[in-house]
């Protein structure tokens, strides 16, 4: 099946990227990356990769390995613009998220949020994780005039990560933990009919993270077609319920 994952220029999340990408062409699918230009070749968050505070608050080891292996693909340098995207050709899409200041061209941008809400309509598996979550609140609905999340059970990254990962870093690196004014949670729930029902903020987690053979502290919100997690510590998990939903979907 091919899988559409749309990409910034820069400042990705390497874990929410490189895991999902090596569990679903370790399951044969084929990934096609997106950028707002063709040919682009895009890169990860530098930080995530060497260490957000003293070495500290990166990826992990093994996705940081699987990422080298991403940007020797030839799929991660043959990236498709977002305006020629054809997205009825895509059997998936997967929504990663980041946080530092470039994924403001991906999370704001109208042209990608138009091919998201063409893809949507088309009830194909979606899966979104942290900061990806948002392109889908901020794509609205032409029929309702609201956001395609209105209606779903949903999680993203949650206030009480994000703040406190900003206000450990603040006095060293400024706003780099807070890609927006608004933390991304409170701009979620607003896009939801009813908040208290439908956001799901899962066990409170701050440093543990799932891993390829243990999902005990990872999290993830399953509403039919859709699949959304909170963090990077949710990113094994999370690939292997978007796998369950490609799988049947091909068998639907």
């Known amino acids: 099946m091919r899988v559409l994952i749309p990409l910034p220029d820069r400042d990705f999340d390497v874990t929410e990227v490189a895991v999902p990408w090596r569990e679903l062409t370790r399951a044969g699918h084929q990934v096609v990356f997106a950028t707002e230009r063709a040919g682009t070749r895009p890169a990860a968050d530098p930080r995530l ?9 990166g990826a992990a080891d093994e996705p940081r390995r699987f990422y080298e292996q991403l940007t020797a693909a030839p799929e991660f340098t043959a990236t498709v613009a977002w305006a020629d995207l054809d997205v009825t050709g895509f059997d998936g899409l997967v929504l990663p998220g980041g946080h530092a200041p ?12 138009e091919q998201v809400r063409t893809f949507w309509a088309l009830g194909r598996p979606v899966g979104a994780i942290c900061h990806g979550v948002l392109v889908l609140a901020r794509t609205l609905d032409p029929a309702t005039g609201h956001s395609v999340l209105s209606g779903r059970r949903t999680t993203c990254l949650p206030k009480y990560m994000e703040r406190t990962a900003y206000f450990t870093t603040a006095w060293r690196l400024g706003r780099y933990y807070r890609t927006y004014p608004a933390y991304v949670e409170d701009e979620v729930r607003a896009a939801l009919a009813d908040p208290a029902g439908r956001f799901e903020r899962g066990p409170r987690e701050l440093t543990r993270r799932g891993t390829a053979s243990d999902d005990s502290p990872a999290f993830v919100v399953e509403d039919g077609n859709y699949v959304s997690a909170r963090w990077p510590g ?9 796998l369950d939903l490609l799988g049947r979907s091909a068998a639907a």
């Open 234 to 242: 949710d990113a094994y998990l999370f690939a292997r319920k978007y």
């Open 49 to 57: 990769l060497t260490g957000v505070l003293f070495g500290q608050l």
């Open 102 to 113: 470039g994924m403001r061209q991906y999370l704001g941008s109208p042209e990608l949020r």
